[in-house]
């Protein structure tokens, strides 16, 4: 049994972004995808541009959860930048508050 490949919408639209620049057959090539494939998405953006590859609503179980991991790793990573900077800053007064003690 064949199991289909699904895309994204964003993935989609950037593809006929890219028909702008290059032919089918070289994002055909380039990305793996079928010329028809790239005919019918090119049909149902241009029939609803604003509704085109809505989908069913459901993101995959994994998708969902690499983008909960994804949120969290910003978080993080956030958190982790002013931490350094209040680490600098620290040291800053530290070393200000050892230089205006030795001057009294």
């Known amino acids: 049994m ?3 490949r ?3 919408r964003e993935f989609k639209l950037s593809v006929l ?3 702008n620049f290059k032919s089918a057959a070289e994002i055909s090539k380039e990305h793996e995808i079928h ?3 790239l005919s019918k998405w090119k049909k149902e ?5 604003g509704n085109a590859f809505a989908g069913n609503g459901n993101i995959c179980h994994y998708e969902a959860e690499i983008a909960k991991r994804d949120r969290i790793i ?3 990573y956030m958190q982790n930048e002013l931490l350094k900077k209040t680490s600098i ?5 530290n ?3 050892k230089i205006m003690k030795r001057t009294k």
């Open 2 to 4: 064949r199991r289909y």
């Open 6 to 8: 699904h895309y994204t």
């Open 17 to 19: 972004n890219e028909l």
């Open 35 to 37: 010329p028809v494939m």
């Open 45 to 49: 953006f241009a029939e609803n541009p």
């Open 74 to 76: 910003g978080q993080l």
């Open 89 to 93: 800053r620290m040291q800053e007064l």
């Open 95 to 97: 070393a200000e508050e």
